[in-house]
């Protein structure tokens, strides 16, 4: 058979297509089990996340020389803390290779087993003759044909799928310790005698409440802060239109153009009034320039001063709020002439800064009502762990 034939046979495409088909298959399925490891592991038969509570116990010590011996629990995600299978095929190498060898030989040969023997005469010489006749005839034909196919399949473990990993993330921000007990013990952590746990215990729940005010006096603060920025950025789109309006001023003043009518006069008459037309226009430059300067000084400081500003008149108004913007901002406007003057309620954001003021000023009396209290129970504190004291003594 011709070496060409012995290809002829062979299916191409199921040699290569076969186990490609069979690798997309495997990933189907190992996608099916990750799915439904995920499905089985971390969801319960209603659907809800299923958790792992861990319990343990915090021991800290308090100003008054007593410790709390806290139970704590905290609930952690089951798919947060167990391997994840997610086996993915990453890669199929097909190896087909076939050789064909093919050799044919062929020998003849003759021998033949006879002998033959005889003389011969010539004149005065006589000569004799033997000699023997051999045939020998074979043929050798070979031929070796081997063929090699490989399906080398690579897959490994890709942890925790992108998607699923950010869901356990946002799930793991909201997981916190759980206080489940507590109880007082002294500075050893042994039990207190009757009167010493029971002032033990008002102390704590001081504490306790003191815990309580100070966050919300750090989320009233941060309400403030947001507000105070908020009149600042209003503030400045207000000095943004100032500015712009100045600069279109200057910028219509054109002394370069006074320059050239002046150095290219004619006669005395244009050259005069290119003189007098310059001195407008530098008058007007400087007036402008005040302007300029004026404005970004009463912005600037309302700006920098807003929280302070606030603070004062917060402390000035403890009943009504005002209906304008408070004259303790001192602030200025500049007309389209280049003239300022007080910054009066037809300004294009008169009514937002009179607004955002307005709510920055009752979130300040709520921060100071709330920093009154903290001081009072504060005080409060001192004064029982002081009584402590002296009764001890």
Known sequence: MAIAQQFAGLDMEQLIGAPLSAAAGASKQLADSTAEFINRVGFDSEGKTRTVAFAYQKRSMNEDGTSNLDEMKVQVPMLAIVPIPNLQVDEVNILFDMEVKQSEKSEQS??????????????????????????????????????????????????????????????????????????????????????????????????????????????????????????????????????????????????????????????????????????????????????????????????????????????????????????????MKVDENGDTSEYVNTETYYKAIVEVQNNAIKSQQNVSAIEKELLEKKTEYSDTVAGKSEKAE
Do not use: C
């Open 110 to 331: 003759m021998d033949l087993g006879a002998t033959v023997t005889g003389s011969l005469n010539l004149g005065i010489f006589k000569v004799n003759v033997s000699g023997s006749v051999s045939a020998h005839s074979s043929n050798t034909r070979s031929s070796d044909n081997s063929a090699k196919y490989h399906v080398d399949v690579r897959a490994t473990n890709h942890g925790t799928p992108e998607g699923l990993a950010r869901v356990l993330d946002m799930m793991a921000a909201n997981v916190a310790p759980m206080l489940v007990d507590s109880s007082i013990k002294d500075g050893d952590g042994k039990d207190l005698p009757e009167q010493a746990r029971i002032k033990a215990e008002n102390l704590k729940a001081l504490r306790q409440e003191i815990s309580q005010i100070e966050s919300r006096l750090s989320a009233a603060r941060d309400g403030l802060d947001t507000l105070i920025l908020q009149l600042k950025k209003t503030g400045d789109s207000q000095r943004n239109i100032y500015q712009g309006r100045v600069s279109k001023l200057l910028n219509e003043l054109r002394l370069d153009e006074i320059e050239k009518k002046i150095k290219n006069a004619e006669n005395d008459d244009e050259r005069n009034n290119a003189l007098k037309s310059k001195q407008k226009a530098e008058e007007d430059q400087l007036k402008y320039s005040q302007a300029m300067e004026e404005i970004n000084q009463s912005w600037s400081t309302f700006m920098n001063q807003a929280g302070d500003t606030i603070k004062l008149i917060a402390d000035e108004n403890n009943q009504t709020l005002p209906t304008d913007v408070s004259d303790m901002f001192k602030l």
